[in-house]
């Protein structure tokens, strides 16, 4: 009973307080499009696509995922665009996030989002080009 009942309550914890290697931090990568906010996965609404491990907090959101799981990814592996663009490999905080052309990025912070929404053209595309030289 005691232990159903945790399983439960842990389901509805944001991913990232419990296990690290979920990909997007354990966030649902559906809502970030289709809400606008990032909202906790749920443990036993996931699916696995190329190596990692993605949770949803609605099964609808885990079809629409799998019907065309690029369409939700984040851009740049998840890698903040702003440390790219300054030639850095460092990841994204899930919860700091911005949609450009229907793409999900993910930013290490609230200043380096604000930094990206000042210029979003110029940072992608120098994130692009240091994504490639960097993950050789």
Not at 10 to 34: E, I, K, Q, R
Not at 51 to 59: D, E, I, K, S, V
Not at 73 to 88: D, I, N, Q
């Amino acid at each position: 009973m005691i232990r159903s009942l945790a399983f439960a309550l842990l389901s509805f914890l944001p991913a990232a307080s419990f296990a690290d290697t979920w990909a997007v931090g354990g966030y649902d990568p559906v809502a970030y499009l289709s809400q606008d906010r990032a909202v906790a996965g749920r443990s036993d609404l996931a699916t696995n696509w190329r190596g990692q491990q993605y949770h949803f907090a609605t099964p609808e959101n885990r079809a629409a995922f799998e019907a065309n799981p690029r369409a939700y990814v984040p851009g740049l592996a998840g890698y903040c665009v702003v440390a790219l663009a300054e030639g850095r490999l460092e990841p994204g905080d899930p919860r700091n996030f911005v949609i450009i052309g229907s793409r999900l990025y993910l930013v290490g912070s609230a200043s380096r989002k604000a930094q990206l929404l000042e210029n979003p053209r110029e940072l992608l595309m120098h994130a692009r080009d240091r994504f490639v030289q960097l993950s050789r």
